[in-house]
């Protein structure tokens, strides 16, 4: 008879139910509905919130109604709730709880976690770093344990702690965590924490079990699905039961909600079970917001993570050369840097050439010179004028056998003209028509500004109002012909990516902005962070403000001060910041010298003090569009740079 594995026990005595109905994204108007289904429908016992969800004042309401029509005894659900980062202080511990409690309209929660070791400022929205303060977990801790005591907390723990940082924990906490609530699914296993709470008598939980969709497509998980007649959820979640730890699945589908449930008169057999651990393993919520080069305590993922996500970014970024670097300090690691993953699982060089303004006769030899010197990235534009001559050179080089077309990342844009469904693949074609190539690594739309076809200047009367999300979908069409590799953007605002998400079937990979030391785009770069869309800085050496001879980001005085502490060129300085903030750069010259110069920017770092000299630079921004002809006060979308860049200037 197959183990029913119904329920798990806590340190404290307690059983908590091991399939929960996640929350999370769950819109308040429906939530008290969802919540209905799953507990007098399907028969759901678990439910897991968190103030950060938005929706626990709606299922407050569902529980109330759910408890007063006799649907369910109080004694026989389980609620979890979490505490926040800007509550970390112990008396806002007791009031953020307290609210907890009145929203949800119960006299107590089965379990209470610190939701993430970071800390905001109090009453910040936690969207800025200047937000980001050192935590004090002890003291956090501390008010948990008196949350316990009083009964109004049944059970305390944590989530998202790394094995150090629950060690730490566990050094001089009175009573120690009953949960850590992690992400875990066959894509990210966490067999060494997995380990490490069993020895200490701690419960894993185990959050998003179902990862994303391309986990449920994974190919070992659908082989198994259709050997035991099952859903490839069943099998992710049923994994998660076997393997000892609760899961916390979430849907609003009454179909699926009742299919997620049904794991529990069934197993996977040890053979298939085993072929399971063959998944390759890929973190999906690393906490990069949480991490800043100034505020807060974790100037790295390494840091966030003590390690225990770095290995899965060595793995697919950064092994390039000998470990013998590797240490606890990551800004070390990065100098191994050469290539960034996208939300697409392709790699990205994190140095690209960029061929804008390298003239026609010139730019070859520059291709030639780049691919000797190592360069592996070149970014080109239909508008830069030179993409026939730049063929001719990749041609050369392939038939001279000094580079292979699959070891080059080769990205163009879509412009202006060419924003219509029907013109966009022909666009695409004429690329690669000139660049002599079957296909692209990466695709982007190079404005958010559309033109009228075939016309040849930036007279204002050229300008249409452009349709995005008209445009885009035939972008989409482009990836899945094989033509584009990956699809992104250029010069799109938070808000215009945003907007973009919303209706994407494929999320753009990458946005191409202007990026350095003078405009940092400290907005935009964690925006980009947290929904998985790489930020590429082009002008990562700034150039001259119109009107001016004076290079922004070159000149500036700070920059001058670093490389010469550092003994590095400015332009290097400013290179090897891009990296060390986490975005790709893309810097131009047909300078045999200073294109070698812009490349050895991988065996040396910035230091923390220094990093932050930088962060303090002023922000100037150089490509407005304004200079472009994209604003006008009759015709197209834009009447102004606020309108432009939605405020972002």
């Not at 850590?180 to 069993?198: A, G, Y």
């Not at 690393?286 to 390690?307: A, K, M, N, Q």
């Not at 660049?435 to 200047?457: A, C, F, N, R, T």
Request: charged share 25%.
């Amino acid at each position: 008879m197959e183990e029913k594995i119904e329920n798990v026990k806590l340190n404290t005595g307690a059983m908590m139910p091991s399939i929960g109905l996640g929350t999370y994204k769950i819109p308040p108007a429906i939530v008290a509905d969802v919540i209905f289904t799953a507990i007098a429908k399907v028969g759901y016992r678990h439910i897991d919130c968190a103030p950060l969800y938005g929706n626990q004042k709606q299922i407050g309401h569902g529980l109330k109604k759910l408890l007063q029509d006799g649907v369910v005894n109080r004694k026989d659900l389980w609620v979890t709730s979490k505490l926040w980062c800007t509550d970390h202080e112990p008396d806002d511990v007791v009031k953020a709880f307290n609210q907890t409690l009145q929203d949800l309209q119960l006299d107590y929660v089965d379990l209470y976690l610190i939701h993430w070791p970071v800390s905001f400022k109090k009453g910040s929205d936690g969207t800025k770093p200047e937000d980001l303060i050192h935590p004090d977990i002890p003291k956090t801790w501390t008010a948990m344990e008196a949350l316990l005591e009083s009964g109004k907390a049944r059970a305390i723990g944590v989530s998202n702690f790394s094995s150090k940082k629950l060690d730490d924990l566990l050094k001089v906490a009175r009573i120690p965590p009953a949960v850590n609530q992690v992400e875990c699914h066959p894509s990210w296993q966490q067999p060494k924490l997995r380990t490490f709470c069993e020895s200490k008598g701690i419960h894993l939980s185990g959050y998003a079990p179902l990862g994303r969709n391309d986990i449920l497509k994974n190919p070992i998980i659908v082989m198994i699905s259709e050997k035991l007649g099952k859903s490839p959820a069943q099998v992710a979640l049923r994994w998660g039961l076997q393997m000892g730890h609760s899961v916390v699945p979430k849907s609003s589908n009454e179909d699926r909600l009742k299919e997620n449930f049904n794991i529990l008169d069934w197993s996977l057999p040890e053979d298939l079970l085993a072929k399971l651990s063959d998944i390759k393993q890929e973190k999906l919520v690393t906490g990069s917001t949480f991490v800043h080069e100034t505020f807060g305590p974790y100037r790295t993922i390494e840091e966030l993570w003590d390690g225990e996500e770095i290995r899965r970014q060595l793995e697919f970024i950064f092994i390039l050369r000998p470990l013998k670097f590797l240490t606890d300090k990551y800004c070390l690691v990065l100098h191994m840097a050469k290539f960034f993953v996208l939300n697409n699982g392709t790699k990205i060089p994190s140095v690209g050439f960029g061929t804008a303004r390298a003239a026609p006769g010139l730019v070859a030899h520059a291709i030639a010179t780049v691919i000797k010197t190592g360069y592996r990235q070149l970014d080109c534009s239909p508008v830069y004028g030179n993409e026939k001559e730049i063929g001719d050179a990749l041609k050369q080089l392939f038939a001279d056998g000094l580079v292979k077309r699959e070891e080059l990342w080769i990205t163009s844009k879509l412009w202006c003209t060419d924003h219509l469904p029907e013109h966009v693949p022909k666009a695409l074609d004429k690329t690669l028509q000139d660049l002599q190539l079957d296909y692209l690594d990466l695709y982007l739309i190079h404005w958010p500004v559309s033109m009228k076809k075939e016309s040849m200047s930036m007279d204002p009367e050229n300008l249409t109002q452009p349709d995005i999300a008209a445009t885009w979908k035939a972008m989409e069409e482009l990836n899945h012909s094989g033509k584009a590799r990956a699809i992104g953007v250029s010069n799109f605002s938070t808000k215009k990516l945003q907007t973009l998400l919303e209706t994407a079937r494929v999320p753009p990979a990458v946005n191409q902005v202007e990026c350095h030391p003078a405009w940092q785009q400290h907005k935009l770069r964690l925006f980009c962070k947290s929904n998985k869309v790489h930020l590429s800085g082009y002008s990562p050496l700034g150039s001259q403000m119109i009107g001016s001879k004076e290079n922004v980001v070159l000149n500036n005085p700070v920059i001058g001060m670093v490389a010469e502490k550092l003994d590095k060129t400015r332009a290097q300085v400013v290179l090897r910041w891009g990296l060390q903030i986490g975005h790709s750069v893309l810097p131009k010259s047909v300078n045999d010298e200073r294109i070698k110069e812009n490349l050895d920017i991988f065996d040396w770092s910035i230091p923390k003090d220094l990093l932050h000299k930088i962060s303090e630079i002023v922000q100037v921004k150089v490509l407005t569009g304004a200079e472009l002809g994209f604003l006008h006060e009759t015709f197209g979308q834009y009447r102004s740079l606020e309108q432009l860049w939605d405020g972002e200037i």
